[in-house]
């Protein structure tokens, strides 16, 4: 089984658990900002991107959350691999609301991406 498989399979295991949890409608979409000009004062060309997901969000423990570096209002989100790599610079849309990444940290037991656990915050 090739690492692009298993990426595969856990993006079906994601859906799978938003249909079971939920009403199966529960998309995360990722919006990446337009192409960044060479020039820094120059405005971005195009209009953003906006990308469904498949993924698992989670509240953080109450012990974890200390105000500074994990906010009450911030967000554990595994995000699938077999769609584009987020990044900081990235917002994520959950039920409606948009958060920005914090952190992003790939899981790649295999060297290929299985799944992104990420940092969200509102």
Do not use: H
């Not at 938003?18 to 195009?46: H, M, R």
């Not at 469904?52 to 967000?75: A, C, F, H, K, M």
């Amino acid at each position: 089984m090739t690492g692009y498989s298993i990426a595969r399979e856990v993006a079906a295991a994601f859906d799978e658990v938003a249909k079971e949890v939920g009403d199966g409608s529960f998309v995360l979409t990722l919006i990446q900002p337009a192409t960044q000009p060479q020039n820094p004062w120059d405005p971005p060309a195009g209009e953003p991107t906006e990308t469904s997901l498949s993924g698992i969000v989670q509240n953080y423990p109450l012990g974890l959350i200390d105000g500074t570096l994990i906010r009450s209002e911030d967000r554990k989100v595994m995000l699938d691999a077999t769609g584009p790599r987020p990044a900081v610079s990235d917002k994520l849309r959950i039920g409606g609301i948009e958060y920005a990444f914090i952190s992003i940290r790939e899981e790649a037991p295999s060297g290929v991406p299985v799944y992104y656990e990420c940092q969200c915050r509102a």
